[in-house]
């Protein structure tokens, strides 16, 4: 081996150990359990995440949010590179209180009055992590992943090109909770996740969260994928004039947005 290729490997072996590999599903002493047959991390705090959960939201939710959990933990036990690479207690926190921002109750500790509901639970759970979080272990870079996933997890067009792959990977598990099996995990671990976590409820649970939303705040929902259910859902709800097309085109009548199954929810 000449010089410059024993140099060049070192530098590989030194940039290999670098990578963090503190809570990466590559590192033995992170502890797991296994749901659904899926291996995951089982620290304190995902279990304290678990249980925030499961006390505060209705079951179709929990479950949805188990099965992005899952989803993603067997994509990573399937795929030695990303097992390396991967931040698999920022992936559970994330994946488990992605979606808080739903909560439809009076004085919910999840929700503001003026915030998309990704934000909301962006902020929340960022809070959580330095609340709950092992001292020293939470950095702000880990805390940001955790914000920005959650954050974009609605516009996956835009996170899953996240060049931080720890944001495009809770993006990627969040988005993968639609029915049939996913190419990146065996479809035994998909089998086995939702028969333990049916898909039952969530498009209902979806409609009544999201028109709640678009009822109550309905200015953070103009210009974003809400808007079809304040349309469908919310009597008076109308989003022209509020649009950045209408600020840009003061003087163009777009066509006002057709109402249906105004009294559904
Ligand atoms: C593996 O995780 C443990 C517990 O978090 C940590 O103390 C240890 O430093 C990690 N090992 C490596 C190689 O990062
Ligand atoms: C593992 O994941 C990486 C990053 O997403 C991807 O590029 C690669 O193709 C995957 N490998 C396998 C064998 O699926
Ligand atoms: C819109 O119409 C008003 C009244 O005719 C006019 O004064 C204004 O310049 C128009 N604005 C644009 C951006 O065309």
Redesign the pocket.
């Known amino acids: 081996m000449k010089f410059s290729s024993i140099t060049s490997a070192l530098a590989l072996v030194a940039s290999v150990?670098a990578i963090?590999?503190?809570?990466?599903a590559s590192?033995?002493?992170?502890?797991y359990t296994t749901i659904a047959g899926v291996k995951v991390i089982d620290?304190p705090l995902v279990r304290k995440a678990r249980e925030l959960m499961e006390a505060n939201f209705e079951p179709f939710l929990i479950r949805h949010v188990y099965r992005t959990w899952l989803y993603g933990s067997a994509t990573i036990n399937n795929n030695a590179t990303l097992a390396a690479q991967i931040d698999v207690e920022a992936l559970a926190v994330a994946c488990l209180l992605h979606d808080v921002g739903w909560d439809t109750r009076d004085n919910s500790p999840f929700t503001s009055n003026d915030k998309r509901f990704e934000v909301d639970a962006a902020i929340y759970t960022a809070n959580f992590l330095r609340e709950n979080g092992v001292k020293g272990?939470w950095t702000p870079s880990r805390i940001q992943n955790v914000w920005h996933g959650i954050a974009l997890h609605g516009t996956s067009n835009i996170g899953l090109y996240s060049e931080e792959i720890n944001v495009a990977f809770i993006v990627e598990s969040i988005n993968m909770d639609y029915p049939g099996p996913h190419p990146k995990f065996p479809v035994e671990d998909y089998d086995n996740i939702v028969a333990k976590y049916p898909l039952d409820g969530l498009g209902e649970g979806t409609n009544r969260a999201f028109t709640h939303i678009a009822a109550t705040k309905p200015e953070a929902t103009y210009d974003t994928f809400l808007e079809p259910w304040g349309v469908a859902f919310v009597e008076g709800y109308n989003p022209v004039g509020h649009r950045l097309f209408d600020r840009g085109n003061p003087n163009v009548t777009s066509p006002p947005p057709t109402k249906r199954n105004v009294h559904l929810y």
Do not use: L
């Open positions: 150990a963090p590999q503190k809570r990466c590192n033995s002493t992170v502890p620290t272990e």
